[in-house]
């Protein structure tokens, strides 16, 4: 999960690293090559994508929330994709029980949210954007009005490119970068859920460098979006 590597840069200073260290964090799947094509559950939930965001530690490091539950390790699985057991035909699909993955999902990420909000000692008012993990429209709307999120604050590009799993929060960020929903200094909310069971929240501060983009990555971002 995206998130998991967003939350091991942040630990950094754990492990000794001065303020101000940056990590790279990317996130990338192609989980075209593992649905099943007559399962309506996923075929038309997953695309592939990939991004990535510079993670920047500083002394006003606000928290970040992380938690797991391993009974729910069947929820969303791929049985037969290792070598433990043996492959047999269809088994190497993508598996996801839809019902209480929502369930699980929506629970943990409002929970997520309520508490890193708390710990920040911030309100709802005090967030440029929210971008949770894009898993689909149903369960970001139920999320929304759980936390009584204004609805201009929500990013969301499911509708474009689908759930593209680790990639969904920097491609998200990315295309409200574009979109002009995010300002420097602001505060942005996210929260993401996945296999295992896993799940997290954590509120960065957004900053881009003037002139961050090349003339070259800028002529590939307006081809990619086409």
Request: contains cysteine.
């Amino acid at each position: 999960m995206f998130w998991l590597c967003v939350r091991v840069g942040r630990s950094a200073r754990v492990f000794g690293v001065y303020w101000g260290s940056r990590a790279l964090v990317i996130g990338a799947d192609t989980f075209s090559t593992i649905l099943d094509p007559d399962d309506r559950v996923t075929r038309c939930i997953f695309g592939d994508g990939a991004g990535a965001v510079v993670i920047e530690v500083d002394q006003f490091d606000a928290p970040c929330i992380l938690g797991s539950d391993g009974t729910g390790y069947d929820l969303i699985s791929r049985p037969c994709s290792g070598s433990a057991k043996r492959r047999e035909a269809g088994q190497a699909h993508l598996e996801m029980d839809g019902k209480p993955v929502f369930m699980s999902a929506v629970k943990h990420m409002v929970e997520s949210c309520h508490e890193v909000l708390r710990r920040s000692q911030l309100g709802v008012g005090d967030l440029d954007a929210f971008v949770a993990h894009q898993a689909n429209a149903r369960i970001l709307n139920t999320i929304k009005e759980q936390l009584d999120m204004p609805a201009e604050l929500v990013v969301s590009n499911i509708a474009r490119v689908g759930n593209t799993v680790a990639a969904s929060i920097p491609l998200a960020l990315e295309q409200a970068h574009r979109d002009g929903k995010l300002h420097q200094g602001g505060n942005i909310l996210l929260t993401a859920f996945g296999g295992g069971l896993t799940w997290g929240a954590s509120i960065i501060e957004w900053q881009v460098p003037q002139n961050h983009y090349s003339p070259e990555t800028q002529a590939y971002l307006k081809e990619s979006i086409a």
